[in-house]
């Protein structure tokens, strides 16, 4: 048994400016762990409860209030507690809680904490935190989702869908896979300088040009990866659409910057339509968070040519995905610890997934920092895929990097 004998907080800031939670976590016996708590933009409704101080100071968005949650109730509830025990560390932090939703101290407070006592516990043990995370299981090398295109409630721009991602599909590493997203980056820069448009970036690195219509970001995306000196057979495009940012009600969607609305069979072909079009390989959010029984009809229609990915859907939440199984909605769940607000509860929606035949894929939020947890957790738990951002902005290669170098040890 190896004692925590030290937790502190601090108010940080996140990639836009907002403020977050960090942690650190000592243990007796010398090892150290440091977490940074990320956040979303684009949330879905049903992700634990952020906790935020509210008021005129930075916004309202302050976090003063979680960070002395941490310093003067989890601290002493965890104090001379195993650091190794993550599973009865986060359970003493959801008892002290004590609300559906983690609304009491905030899912930014015991994330952070939770995180924290995972990378001291792996410290201590002069152990890498991915082989920590993966325990008896095999560590894999993810595949990049590699954000080069944002629209959405990720950029000021004229583009509904969010996140235009680039996928290779058999790379014999993940280095090769680097090199190609990068390069279809590059191209897709000199694409857009030649023609004019806005080579500035989004909240995740990815161009954000005005263009006349979402089409147009695949065409464009499409030319990037011939250019590049590659083909659509060994490289795929990936969406998110959020399209719970652009529910109405009574079935109703709106993309509210080029303002057409569709009805859910309307919206279902339209994917289909660009699936036959463009090269297209995973989307994510399709159908908005409540609208089970359209997911549902998606996944009827395209599951089983290309992956489909609940986000908002799913909230990285056991209850929320076995409702999907049952509904028949998507074939695969997007993973944010912050969405559930502890490593135990990720660890355990991640491996109910799998079991289930639902790939799962790690993702960075809109709202990130130097923290690379996330590059550890989807190699330890044998994700297969991750979304990092793009190849621009630290908070977003630093994920990348710390991929590269975990390649290089394994």
């Not at 869908?161 to 279809?184: D, G």
Request: overall charge negative.
């Amino acid at each position: 048994m190896s004692k925590i004998v030290k937790i502190e907080a601090f108010e940080l800031f996140d990639s836009r400016a907002v403020p977050t939670v960090g942690v650190k976590v000592f243990t007796e016996k010398g090892g150290e762990g440091f977490a940074i708590v990320p956040s979303g933009a684009s949330t879905g409704a049903f992700e634990a409860h952020e906790l935020r101080d509210g008021g005129l100071r930075l916004g309202g968005k302050g976090v003063k209030k979680a960070v002395e949650h941490i310093r003067n109730l989890i601290a002493p509830a965890l104090l001379h507690h195993d650091c190794r025990s993550g599973l009865e560390t986060d359970k003493i932090m959801l008892e002290l809680d004590g609300s559906e939703n983690k609304e009491r101290l905030g899912a930014n407070s015991i994330l952070g904490v939770s995180i924290a006592i995972a990378k001291a516990a792996a410290s201590e043990q002069d152990m890498p935190l991915y082989k920590y995370l993966a325990g008896e299981n095999k560590c894999v090398m993810p595949r990049p989702m590699m954000n080069i295109l944002n629209g959405g409630a990720h950029a000021s721009n004229n583009i509904d869908i969010q996140e235009f991602m680039v996928q290779p599909v058999c790379p014999a590493s993940f280095a090769e896979s680097m090199e190609i997203c990068c390069e279809i980056y590059y191209a897709l820069r000199d694409i857009l300088k030649k023609k004019g448009l806005s080579t500035a970036v989004g909240d995740e690195g990815g161009f954000a040009p005005n263009l006349k219509g979402d089409e147009d970001a695949l065409e464009l995306i499409s030319e990037a990866i011939i250019k590049a000196g590659y083909s659509t057979d060994k490289v795929k495009i990936c969406l998110d659409a959020a399209a719970s940012e652009w529910y109405l009600k009574d079935g109703i969607y709106r993309m509210p910057k080029r303002d057409k609305k569709y009805d859910g069979e309307e919206l279902i072909a339209l994917w289909e339509k660009l699936c036959e079009d463009y090269p297209i390989a995973s989307i994510e959010d399709g159908i908005g968070e409540n609208d089970f029984e359209n997911f549902a009809l998606l996944t009827k229609h395209l599951g089983g040519k290309i992956q489909l990915v609940g986000d908002d859907l799913f909230v990285t939440n056991e209850k929320r995905l076995q409702a999907g199984f049952l509904a028949g909605a998507a074939n695969a769940i997007l993973i944010k610890p912050n969405q559930i607000g502890t490593l135990s509860e990720t660890l355990s929606v991640i491996k109910l997934a799998q079991e289930n035949g639902y790939s799962a894929v790690i993702s960075h939020r809109s709202g990130e920092s130097e923290d690379t947890f996330i590059a550890d957790l989807a190699v330890g738990v044998g994700a297969g895929q991750i979304k990092a951002g793009a190849p621009a902005r630290s908070e977003r290669v630093a994920k990348y990097n710390r991929l590269l170098m975990i390649e290089k040890e394994l």
